[in-house]
């Protein structure tokens, strides 16, 4: 018994008429050419209009098609998409056969960051209106995207003075070589003169580098820099401590689509849980929403924040902890109904240090009570600022739960 034979090179083969009988009805190539043809690109930010002069250029809406198809099948490269459209059946009917040179992918990218982000918004509005996205829940998470920005590019304030006095020091041992070596003639197997003038030429570049970025920090009041992409900060990655983006991406219940994302250059989770909430109601266009996070956003003050705004944050809680328990010295002032009703954050924790809760956070899973100070010698409810332990406290309990 032989092997399975295939076709004959040489044999004519019938083909279809048409390219779009390769390409089947519930293809999703379909899908993002009805999208992209259906947004209003110019109020986005592209370039609605063509050139009234000059070589004609590709359409953005093409363009986009392709950098979507792209994203949809974890192809990242510019030459990597060039080479698909030359090539794949899909990219053919999407992009009726044209064949974008890499560069002109790469600079569509570049030149229409901002204008691709109002395209994720518009997709995720489209979705909500298609019923396709929870109005209840979010799950918020951060990821540490690697910086364009190379190692030695990165500057740390405590470490670049080391740095640059250990380059200082060799500049000095080099040019004490270069003396003798005039001096007497070179031993075998030493560094040349030639050498060492090329090895003090790095070495002075490298002083000019560390003394500048030295200066940057200085001005800006930052401890580490990053000079080829500033924005970035130094991170703690998997790969260690590199140059990197801390990428904050909210995804909803139901069908886990992406609703709200954003690059930060926060080195940590800390502070970001409720700008992560907010980003997702505006999304979905909901007033309250509950927020799910992991341990590293367990921060009291952003929870705290959240609650106000008649939010549910979810977060991991602290060791032996059943509830947090957020502390104001106790005031006689005079509560209003009005201002149980408001929206201002300030006069909420007016209202909450009264003894009242506002109605925002009138919720079975909120409870405040006024209880004693401890003994002295407690710092439990001690005023950081001022030192004083107060007579009276509000003791306010959310629980802590995940």
């Known amino acids: 018994m032989g092997y399975i034979q295939g076709a004959d090179r040489n044999q004519i083969v019938l083909l279809a008429d048409t390219l779009d009988d390769y390409v089947s009805a519930d293809n999703e190539v379909r899908a993002i050419d009805v999208f992209i043809d259906s947004l209003d690109i110019g109020t ?67 030149d ?30 951060g ?35 270069l003396d003798e070596i005039d ?20 070495l002075e570049r490298r002083k000019i580098q560390l003394t500048e970025a030295l200066e940057q920090m200085e001005n800006s009041g930052e401890n580490h820099i990053c000079t080829t992409d500033p924005e970035s900060r130094l991170m703690k990655t998997r790969d260690g401590i590199r140059p990197s983006f801390n990428v904050q991406t909210a995804v909803e219940s139901d069908n886990h689509l992406i609703v709200h994302y954003d690059v930060t250059s926060e080195c940590t989770d800390w502070n970001l849980l409720e700008d992560g909430i907010n980003g997702s109601k505006a999304a979905l266009g909901v007033e309250n929403l509950e927020g799910i996070a992991d341990r590293g956003y367990s921060n009291d003050k952003e929870i705290l924040q959240c609650l106000l705004n008649g939010d549910t944050p979810t977060t991991h809680p602290n060791k032996g902890e059943k509830s947090r328990l957020f502390r104001f010295k106790k005031t006689d002032a005079e509560v209003t109904e009005e201002m149980l009703s408001s929206k201002d954050k300030d006069t909420l924790l007016k209202c909450i240090s009264a003894g009242v809760l506002p109605e925002v956070l009138h919720r079975d899973d909120v409870e405040l009570e006024v209880v004693k100070r401890r003994e002295k010698g407690s710092g439990l409810y001690l005023d950081k600022e001022t030192g004083e332990l107060p007579d009276l406290c509000i003791s306010f309990a959310y629980p802590a739960r995940l």
């Open 112 to 141: 229409n960051a901002k204008a691709i982000r109002e395209v994720f918004k518009a997709f995720v509005k489209l979705c909500n209106k298609a019923g396709l996205l929870s109005h209840e829940s979010v799950v918020i998470d």
């Open 183 to 202: 001096d007497a003639e070179s031993k075998q197997g030493a560094l040349t003169k030639e050498d060492i003038a090329g090895v003090l030429d790095y």
């Open 143 to 177: 990821s540490k995207f690697r910086a364009v920005n190379a190692d030695n590019k990165s500057y740390v304030s405590s470490n670049a003075k080391k740095v640059l006095l250990d380059v200082e020091e060799k500049i000095n041992r080099y040019m004490k070589e």
């Open 44 to 110: 986005m930010g592209f370039k609605a209009e063509p050139a009234k002069e000059g070589r004609p250029g590709y359409d953005p809406r093409d363009m986009l098609k392709l950098y979507m198809y792209g994203y949809l099948n974890h192809i990242r490269s510019s030459r990597r998409l060039q080479k698909e459209a030359g090539r794949n059946v899909e990219l053919m009917w999407l992009l009726k056969k044209i064949v974008p040179d890499f560069r002109c992918i790469a600079d569509f990218r570049k």
